[in-house]
Nanobody
Framework: QLQASGGGLVQAGGSLRLACATS????????IGWFRQAPGKEREGVSC????????TFLASAKGRFTISSDNAKNTVYLQMNSLKPEDTAVYYC?????????????????WGQGTQVTVSS
């Protein structure tokens, strides 16, 4: 299972830290990714962290602003989002990959959390 939390309403330029608490599988055997979906838009990959701790940011607009990290002791993955913009408004989902490596595509993920709403006001 994956439980996303930490969303909310923030002003442009502000920060939020999302958390994805996981359970029911070996945390060190899979990668965890963050995706987002804005109203009327396709779901897009934001970032991913592999079981070895390597990370990748898929979303060009997130580079330099968003940082993914993990706490293996808590089986939790975080997405620190700084300098938020109104266009970051979306429902953010965390997901577990089918294999140990990251994927930029939804098809690469087997299990999804319920999503957490992030709203950035201008």
């Amino acid at each position: 299972q994956l439980q996303a939390s930490g969303g909310g309403l923030v002003q442009a330029g502000g920060s939020l830290r999302l958390a994805c608490a996981t359970s029911g599988f070996s945390f060190d055997a899979y990668a965890i990714g963050w995706f987002r979906q804005a109203p009327g838009k396709e779901r897009e990959g934001v970032s991913c962290i592999s079981s070895s701790g390597g990370s990748v940011t898929f979303l060009a607009s997130a580079k330099g602003r968003f940082t993914i990290s993990s706490d293996n002791a808590k089986n939790t993955v975080y997405l620190q989002m700084n300098s938020l913009k109104p266009e970051d408004t979306a429902v953010y989902y965390c997901a577990r990959t089918k294999y140990y490596y990251c994927s930029a595509y939804s098809s690469g993920y087997a299990y999804w959390g319920q999503g957490t709403q992030v709203t950035v006001s201008s």
